[in-house]
């Protein structure tokens, strides 16, 4: 679809500076969405490349991505999403870009925000930039017990990395190159929002956050329900302290 100059939104231009973007779209059984994801990309996003990472679906999230005309990548299992973004990082390390945005398959996130997490990393003030929903509350944030839950887990990574950090378990998100490879090398698996911001830290690598707000999942629901929150948590809460005390990755080009 073509627009008029004067229909072009904002975020459509932004100015990467001769840097290259990708935009890393783990989907799993998200035939409903998908196109629809992609769409939204083209229209506020056109500046960056497109990415599907296909988490072993059953049905035609993969049939349908293709058919949108970007590239995809089938995983042969189910690898959660820890394996899927990893996989993503893997891509655009391995195929030189500069920046790498996760942005989820259910169509929850706002392609036009993409930019505001762009912007950072574009004036090299961060090497991640974390899309936060409680640092200007608007539109659906948490409730209940997992609202009680993410700010006993603000709490405790905040005081691990020496820094406010608002909303851990956000999965809107953009890394720079130095992240990328990071990201590529080692990324967690079982609770990879959160524990990564403790990696970066480990590496003494930048993390800022910027406000961003969600749509309401549509179709499907939250793999974290409310009533195993809690025991998310905690689970959560032990791996973050685990992984504090690990050593750092010796990145390309560090003296050992």
Not at 108 to 135: C, K, N, Y
Not at 169 to 196: C, H, K, N, V
Request: aromatic share 6%.
């Amino acid at each position: 679809m073509r627009y008029d100059h004067e229909d072009i939104p904002e975020s459509a231009q932004l100015d990467l500076r001769g840097r290259r973007a990708l935009v890393v779209v783990p989907a799993y059984n998200e035939e409903d969405a998908v196109a629809g994801v992609i769409r939204d990309l083209r229209r506020h996003a056109p500046w960056a490349d497109v990415l599907i990472v296909n988490d072993g679906s059953a049905d035609e999230t993969s049939m349908r991505a293709r058919r949108a005309g970007v590239t995809v990548i089938d995983l042969p299992v189910n690898l959660g999403i820890g394996g899927a973004v990893q996989t993503g990082f893997q891509y655009a390390y391995a195929h030189g870009y500069d920046m790498a945005f996760q942005f989820d398959g259910d169509g929850q996130h706002r392609a036009r925000r993409l930019a505001d997490l762009a912007a950072p990393l574009l004036a090299g003030e961060a090497d991640l930039v974390v899309g936060s929903r409680f640092l200007r509350p608007r539109g659906m944030t948490a409730r209940g017990l997992r609202l009680v839950g993410i700010k006993m887990l603000c709490s405790a990574i905040s005081a691990v990395v020496g820094q406010r950090v608002t909303d851990p378990t956000s999965g809107f998100r953009g890394a720079g190159r130095r992240a990328i490879e990071l990201f590529a090398q080692e990324y967690p698996q079982d609770y990879p929002e959160p524990e990564s911001l403790v990696l970066m830290w480990r590496q003494g690598l930048r993390v800022r956050e910027v406000p961003a707000t969600i749509r309401r999942r549509r179709r499907g629901v939250s793999s974290i329900g409310a009533m195993t929150g809690i025991h998310y948590m905690s689970r959560v809460l032990l791996a973050v302290l685990m992984d504090a005390v690990k050593a750092p990755v010796r990145l390309e080009g560090e003296v050992a």
